[in-house]
Every structure is written in C-alpha cells, then in structure tokens.
C-alpha cells in the first residue's frame, strides 16, 4: 500500500504498479491522485540559474547566496513539505533572522491556530466516520477538491455506529455561495447565500437555535434546520476556503456558533486543507512559537500580518518558496511584486513561481520518490515511504545543505 500525497487527505489505502518507470496501473486513486502520480513524468523541475541549467550542487550554492545577501528575506511555502521539512525550514528562519510564511495566512490559517489553541473543537476522520450524523460543509466543496473526502470518510462509509450510512444515519448540509458538486449530494440540505452573507447566515441560525423566529426569507427550512442540528448525535462542520474568506479574519460570530451548538450536542470542526501537509506546517510552528503563520525570527520572535507573504513582499529583499506557487494564486498585483524579487524556488516541478525565479532546485515526489511524514488535515500523523526510485533529493535534504551553505 502507498500513501497518496496529493491532498491533505493522504489516503493510504493506495495500491500502484510500475513498469518502465511509469505508471502500468492503479487501485483508489481519486482523479486528483491519479493526476498526481500521472505527474512524476511531467514538467520536472531542473536545476538552474538565471534561466541557465546547472547541477544540483552549484544551484544550491547559489541559492545559499541569494538567502546569505538578504536584508528581509521571506521563507515560503511549506505546505508540501515532509514534516522534517517544514522543522529545517523553521530552523533555518531562526539562523537566517527570517520572515517564514505559508499560504494559510491568507486561507484557514486562523481556523486552524483556534484548533490548536483549544477554542474549537475538533475531531478526527475516524471519529467522523464511526459516529458523525450530520456533516456541514461550510464554503466547502470536497467533491471537488477532495475527491474521497464524502465516500471514504464523512458521508457515504459505514461506521461503527453508522452502519447504515448515508441512507438512513447520516445528514449533509451544504452553506455556500453557489450549487457545487458537494451540494448536489446534499439535495434538499444546501443553503445558498449571497458573497459575504455567511456572518448573517450565523446570526439567524443562533436564532433559531436560541428558540427566536429567524430574520430570512424561508424561515420553515431554517427553522428546520435548527432542528436537525438540535437532534444531532455527534455533527462535523468542514469549513473550507469560501467560510475564511468571508470572515475576513473576524471569527467571533463562528466561535459563538460553535459554542452554542456544544451546549445542545456535541459538534466539532475540522477545516479542509489544500496541501498534503498545510496542517503540519501549521502544527511544527505553532509548536515552536505559538503561531501557525506570518512569524519573523529577526528580532527574537514576532508575529503579525505584516509578515504574511500578502504584506511582507513590500518589505523584503529575497524569497525562497518550497513546495508552493504562489504566483499562480496570488492577486495580478502580488504576484507582480515577487516576480521582480530575488526568489529561490524549491519544487519537484515546473510552475510560474519557478519559471520567474532567479534559482531553481529540483527535489523528489515526497510520498512517491522520497519517504517522510505528514499531518492530515484533521491533525492525525501519517508515516510514508517512498515507492519508485529517483535521482532526485528529497526536500529535507535540500533546505539542509541549503542551511549548512548560508
């Protein structure tokens, strides 16, 4: 069996044949995996300088150059790095008097630091899976993201106590913006709200739950809700991308929500993460310094949205992202700005950060070509070997010999 890495559900139940080097066949990749392990032949990354191919050994030189000459350098990325990873890049924060930033500060970053913090509850996939009977997904659409997140963990299984599945023992409910493959799942459980309504959609579900009359138009459907929620044994809410961006950082009305659905039953919250291991980048520097993102370790520690990627590119003098693109998500005017930065990119593969940056270093498919351990999205650690052969290096040896070097 192998681990798939390709999202932060790293299911491990994969099983894959090789022949010549590629892939002959597989069992239980999602398309997302497939496209994942399908990428090992595809847009590798190679080792260069200024647009000029070197070995692997002059690029790691220089790109210990480009860190050594920094005034205000900025560690990013991480996501997709093994947790011995995203400790040597902390490490080398810490030696270097860095910024070190990953693309949680502008997604789930602070639903996560609340998790970590004890301020919300949370649950593992295998809690969901036994005892879950009714799943929320908030501005969250696994079906396309995360492709086995329904069938393999939160609505579709049999459990222990959920045998009889989403037929009869399990409910999902969908808030989001628009009708999304998850919410076609869901059928008569999707409320649709406006861009930005989810803090309104709070406040009349608190109502309702409080016994009240709720301010929206279909108040029988939210009244009916309330009670669903109200009658629930044990409810998950899966919060993704569309729930952080509208709060906007102001959680306040989420944690009340939360909180009064824990005095009716028992509700716990886990957030669906892009990267393999985002959570465990979250984890390794909240460990270290009681934050999960945008920390600088140039004068001791400190820690604000000044030192998120987001702000921080108006500051500093060099970048090295690992395992991260953030020029293909970041805004046109932010991704203008890193591309006239010094950057060093770390990847397995070609992407526009890559191509825009002054040096490139190639490293291996972690969870394919090199071995390592991870976080899932839900906190549980998942151990992983490598399961075809690479000349490529893993990620933790690169950023070590890049930190022997600076």
């Given amino acids: 069996m192998a681990i798939c890495t390709g999202c932060s559900l790293l299911c491990d139940d994969i099983e894959v044949d090789f022949e010549g080097g590629k892939i002959n066949k597989t069992m239980n990749l999602c398309r997302k995996g ?16 200024d647009g ?19 005034e205000n350098l900025l560690l990013f990325g991480w996501g997709n790095s093994t947790l011995a990873t995203q400790k040597a ?21 602070l639903i996560t630091e609340k998790i970590l913090k004890g301020e919300l509850p949370t649950c593992t996939f295998d809690d969901v ?6 799943s929320i997904y908030w501005g969250d659409d696994p079906s396309s993201s995360h492709p086995r ?40 459980g999707f409320f649709k709200i406006p861009p930005g309504g989810d803090g309104n959609f709070m406040e009349a579900l608190m109502a309702t739950l409080g016994g009240k009359i709720p301010k929206v138009e279909d108040k029988k459907k939210m009244l009916n809700l309330g009670t669903k929620l109200r009658k629930a044994k044990f409810g998950v809410i899966f919060t993704g991308l569309g729930l952080a961006h509208s709060m906007k950082g102001e959680l306040d009305g989420f944690l009340s929500l939360v909180g009064k659905l824990n005095e009716l039953t028992r509700f716990s919250v886990i957030p669906t993460l892009g990267d393999y291991n985002t959570r465990g980048f979250n984890q390794t520097l909240f460990d270290e310094t009681g934050h999960v993102n945008s920390v ?18 108006d500051a500093c003098d060099a970048v090295m992202v690992v395992g991260s693109d953030p020029a293909a998500v970041l805004p ?10 010094p950057t060093v990119a770390v990847n397995s593969h070609r992407t526009l950060t890559t191509d825009a940056a002054l040096v490139t270093v190639p490293i291996a498919v972690a969870g394919l070509e090199a071995g390592g351990s991870a976080l899932r999205t839900d906190g549980v650690k998942v151990e992983f070997d490598a399961v075809v052969k690479s000349d490529h290096l893993p990620d933790v040896e690169v950023v070590e010999r890049i930190m022997e070097a600076v």
């Fill in 89 to 109: 890049g902390v490490e080398l924060a810490k030696k270097l008097g860095s910024a070190i930033d990953d693309p949680s500060s502008y997604s789930q970053g």
């Fill in 34 to 49: 497939r496209g994942h392990y399908d990428s090992l032949c595809i847009d590798r990354l190679a080792p260069a300088v």
């Fill in 296 to 313: 600088s370790f140039k004068d001791g520690v400190d820690h604000g949205p000044e030192f998120g990627i987001a702000k921080y590119l």
């Fill in 332 to 341: 046109a005017k932010l991704a203008r700005k890193l591309a006239k930065i």
């Fill in 129 to 134: 899976r036994n005892f879950a009977d009714v």
């Fill in 149 to 188: 997140h329904l069938s393999r963990f939160s609505y579709f299984p049999r459990g222990e106590k959920r045998q009889r599945g989403y037929e009869e023992d399990r409910e999902a409910i969908v808030i989001d913006v628009r009708k999304s493959p998850t919410a076609d799942i869901a059928a008569d």
């Fill in 52 to 70: 000029s191919e070197v070995g692997i050994d002059d690029a790691v030189s220089e790109a210990a150059e480009v860190l050594k000459g920094a």
